[in-house]
């Protein structure tokens, strides 16, 4: 069985800085792209920031770009979302996925976690 356990959401002031924090365990044979999304209510869910395996590779959304840095443990399977200059436009839901085999035999699946709320306001 394979977990994602996200950390570190909580209130900010607007100009303010958070650190998410996104642990995979379980069975684990190999842990591939990790990445952040994020949701409001009424919304589609949306891409925030992905990192690659292989090379660490980084991708972001514009609206994030020069803000925010993903990164990654893969040591402990771990991933960060570093968010800076917080903006109350960025309040959402954000949910940490992590794309991984289970075992040697099991495609490649996109797991989820239960997500944390991140809210920007004065």
């Known amino acids: 069985q394979v977990r994602l356990v996200e950390s570190g959401g909580g209130l900010v002031q607007p100009g303010g800085s958070l650190r998410l924090s996104c642990a995979a365990s379980g069975s684990i044979f190999w842990l591939d792209d990790m990445g952040w999304y994020r949701q409001v209510p009424g919304s589609e869910r949306e891409l925030v920031a992905r990192?690659?395996?292989?090379?660490?590779?980084?991708l972001y959304r514009d609206s994030v770009k020069g803000r925010f840095t993903i990164s990654r443990d893969n040591a402990q399977n771990t991933a960060y979302l570093q968010m800076n200059s917080l903006k109350p436009e960025d309040t959402a839901v954000y949910y940490c996925?992590?794309?991984?085999?289970?075992?040697?035999?099991?495609?490649?699946?996109?797991?989820w976690g239960q997500g944390t709320q991140v809210t920007v306001s004065s």
């Open positions: 996925t992590a794309d991984l085999k289970p075992t040697e035999f099991s495609p490649l699946m996109r797991y």
């Open positions: 990192i690659r395996a292989d090379d660490s590779t980084t």
